[in-house]
């Protein structure tokens, strides 16, 4: 999967970016490899799925789509 990323500077020094397609999916790093490092985390953690919370009934399968 790619996914598109702003990257802006900040005002206090270092970077922050954003992923558009994923909405509130955001991060911060002093350094371009530390943010880039955070992006990943951020991209996982923003579309992680706890299915602990999620109905599912005994029909339904859970499956994983990889694009």
């Known amino acids: 999967m790619k996914l598109k990323v702003i990257i802006h500077q900040a005002e206090e020094g270092g970077f922050w970016a954003e992923i558009p397609a994923i909405q509130g999916c955001a991060t ?6 530390e943010l880039l490092t955070n ?29």
């Open 39 to 67: 992006l990943h985390d951020a991209a996982e953690a923003c579309l992680s799925v706890d299915l602990d919370t999620i109905e599912i009934s005994e029909h339904d399968l859970v499956s994983e789509l990889l694009l």
């Open 28 to 33: 911060q790093g002093d350094t371009m490899e």
